[in-house]
């Protein structure tokens, strides 16, 4: 007789038309257009409801975001400054594709990405302010060098580094989380059983046929006993599993609020927009001080001052959405409802493992109802089943009188995966204080919006206003960002060296056969995508 046994895991075939490639990305009108009609229906003959599997595949959503951001600000700035805009326009495509590097998994600090795009900007916007003179290369370094001393831009570029960073690094941790979390339950969900294991699985299931009771189920109490035996170590996940748990309902919490990435990537045009028009209206401030720090200038030949119409005199004022208007992405739906819906598929996975005897014998078709305890299988004959069940849990199998297990090997792999959930568990919470583990050795104190976490603005967020949640501000002064070597100038904007690092997914070992029915775990497997 063949022993290798089979449990559906027909509920994960929604990922046959939810998941997209995690890491990179997908021409929107290819997924606009793939039908999930055959998993639909496959779904539906194996006796479960539809109401979980998409109608057509879902559309990344962060990106979209970042794409409706990068678009918003062209058009913005193409009509308030015209031809000054489309002639630097590489600098602000820069600051967009390395969001999407970010975002993306790449090896991108945020920090650095919008050091060097106000580095870019405060050269471009001193030049067109004073459009009299000719500034070489080396000139325009220096201005660049002393921006953080004269802060041409106010106050502005912090703001917006605080906004965007805790944003994009929670969205990305959140991302990143659901992903593994979903990797997780790939791997395991899939292994060998052993001997023990399977010889408690032909007795409680197949033993009624040898006796001539092909109808009689077992006893719930001895189904039990077999499950938690053949899951133990699965079971020992639970306690990590609730952490990431936790972390991912705390991180979904931030981006309704302070974190909100959506109104981040709304908020950049905005606060570029302030940032310039607060160096031109400093200009001759700025331009004296400058001056006196670099040295004078060799003025132009034949070339006048601009016109105010040139200048931006005739700028569009910039409006903000209101929460009916709020932008919807292909997904066709917006963070707040996006988080919302998250948020309620996990309140149930709390304590998924060790409930997985429980939902392997409650269903009818695989163990006796409760009410039947006295005419049940009881592993012997028809009866009911004494023994008492086993905890949860490795250790408590000691004393299983269905399965015996060996408590001194604990399964390697399953320790694996335990300390996948506390690495992804951990990387959570600090994105939950706006850091990012990826780059805290090289940015201790200011990180990817690490030192300024606490902060908080009444135009924070456009047309948003002061958000109500206390903050505890640290009370140690960030160490310094150490020293970054000369940028390297560029006449297009483009960058070099740049380590295009990608966090890759580690690949499932083959395994036997599946061993968990996962009759609840929708979430990791249709929400991950949505969130890409």
């Not at 990922?15 to 990179?24: D, K, N, R, S």
């Not at 970042?66 to 193409?78: A, D, H, P, V």
């Not at 950049?268 to 927009?273: G, L, N, R």
């Not at 135009?459 to 640290?474: A, H, L, Q, T």
């Amino acid at each position: 007789m063949d022993t290798r046994l089979s449990f559906s895991r027909s509920p994960l075939l929604v990922v046959l038309c939810a998941v997209t490639v995690l890491l990179g990305t997908r021409s929107p009108t290819a997924a606009a257009g793939r039908s999930c009609a055959d998993t639909r229906q496959v779904y539906a003959e194996k006796g479960y409801g539809i109401n979980t599997a998409p109608l057509t595949q879902i559309s990344e959503f962060f990106r979209e975001l970042i794409e409706l951001s990068e678009k918003s600000m062209n058009q913005m700035f193409t009509k308030t400054y015209g031809r000054l805009f489309t002639q630097n326009a590489h600098v602000f495509q820069e600051l967009f594709v390395e969001l999407r590097r970010y975002y993306s998994g790449g090896s991108v600090s945020l920090t650095e990405v919008l050091s060097d795009f106000w580095s870019r900007l405060v050269e471009r916007v001193f030049s067109l302010v004073n459009p009299q003179y000719h500034f070489s290369d080396d000139y325009l370094e220096c201005v660049s060098k002393h921006a953080e001393q004269l802060q041409p831009f106010g106050d502005v570029p912090r703001k917006l580094r605080v906004q965007v960073s805790r944003a994009f690094i929670a969205a990305r941790a959140l991302s990143q989380g659901l992903a593994t979390g979903r990797d997780i339950v790939n791997k395991a969900t899939k292994l060998t059983a052993d001997s023990e294991c399977v010889r408690g699985l032909m007795r409680q299931w197949y033993c009624p046929l040898c006796r001539g009771l092909p109808s009689l189920r077992p006893c719930r109490s001895l189904c039990l006993n077999v499950m938690k035996g053949c899951l133990a170590n699965q079971a020992d996940l639970d306690n990590e599993w609730n952490n990431f748990i936790d972390a991912l309902y705390q991180v979904s919490e931030k981006l309704e609020g302070p974190f909100n990435v959506e109104l981040a990537a709304d908020s950049i045009s905005v606060k570029v927009s302030e940032a310039i028009m607060h160096m031109q209206e400093n200009s001759v401030t700025i331009s004296t001080k400058v001056f006196q720090g670099c040295g004078s200038p060799r003025p132009a030949q034949g070339r006048s001052k601009r016109s105010p119409k040139e200048s931006g005199g005739n700028r569009r004022p910039f409006r903000t959405y209101s929460p009916e208007e709020k932008p919807t992405t292909a997904a066709g739906t917006n963070l707040d409802r996006l988080v919302s819906e998250l948020k309620e598929r996990l309140r149930p996975m709390h304590g998924f493992w060790v409930s997985l005897p429980h939902t392997t014998c409650n269903d009818e078709k695989l163990a006796a109802d409760v009410t039947n305890e006295d005419r049940c299988w009881n592993g012997q004959a028809r009866g009911r089943y004494l023994p008492d069940v086993t905890g949860d849990g490795l250790v408590s199998q000691i004393n299983n009188p269905e399965v015996e297990v060996d408590i001194a090997r604990p399964d390697v792999r399953t320790r694996q995966l335990i300390m996948e959930l506390r690495v992804v568990t951990n990387k959570l919470r600090h994105a939950q204080s706006g850091q990012d583990m990826d780059f805290m050795d090289s940015e201790e104190g200011s990180g990817s919006g690490g030192g300024d976490y606490g902060e908080r603005y009444n135009d924070d967020w456009p047309g948003y206003g002061p958000y109500s949640p206390p903050y505890n501000k640290p009370s140690h002064t960030p160490a310094s960002s150490p020293a970054k070597p000369p940028r390297v100038r560029e006449k297009n904007g483009s960058k070099k060296n740049r380590k295009p690092g990608m966090v890759q997914a580690a690949a499932a070992s083959p395994l036997t056969f599946s061993l968990v029915p996962l009759l609840s775990l929708p979430i990791m497997v249709t929400v991950a995508p949505m969130w890409r």
